[in-house]
């Protein structure tokens, strides 16, 4: 079993930047790729990053590219997200989650994700 446990939330204005963090715990979670989605209030789960258990490739969806960055520290078993330039569009609930397969350029399909995070609470706002 592997454990997901976000960090890194909280209330910031347009404009500024956030860290998420990703931590796991459990198994080794080296072999695990680490997606990234997030939950607007009203809206559907949708993919925003993701990255390959040997960081080779990484994936942004179209609405941060350029914005966000995706990155891992194995040593540290985290995952980390920066988020810079936000909009008051960025709102939502942030959910890291891990999958045993190197989904590519299907990393947004949720049911290939074996374990899933609880959340974290990103707001922009002025």
């Known amino acids: 079993q592997l454990q997901l446990v976000e960090s890194g939330g909280g209330l910031v204005q347009p404009g500024g930047s956030l860290r998420l963090s990703c931590a796991t715990s459990?198994?080794?979670?080296?072999?695990?790729?680490i997606g990234w989605f997030r939950q607007a209030p009203g809206k559907e789960r949708e993919g925003v990053s993701f990255i390959h258990s040997s960081e080779d490739s990484t994936f942004y969806a179209d609405s941060v590219k350029g914005r966000f960055t995706i990155s891992r520290d194995n040593a540290k078993n985290t995952v980390y997200l920066q988020m810079n330039s936000l909009k008051p569009e960025d709102t939502a609930v942030y959910f890291c989650?891990?999958?045993?397969?190197?989904?590519?350029?299907?990393?947004?399909?949720?049911?290939?994700?074996?374990?899933w995070g609880q959340g974290t609470q990103v707001t922009v706002s002025s």
């Open positions: 459990g198994e080794t979670a080296d072999y695990y790729a």
């Open positions: 989650a891990a999958s045993i397969i190197d989904l590519g350029r299907h990393w947004r399909s949720q049911s290939d994700y074996d374990y």
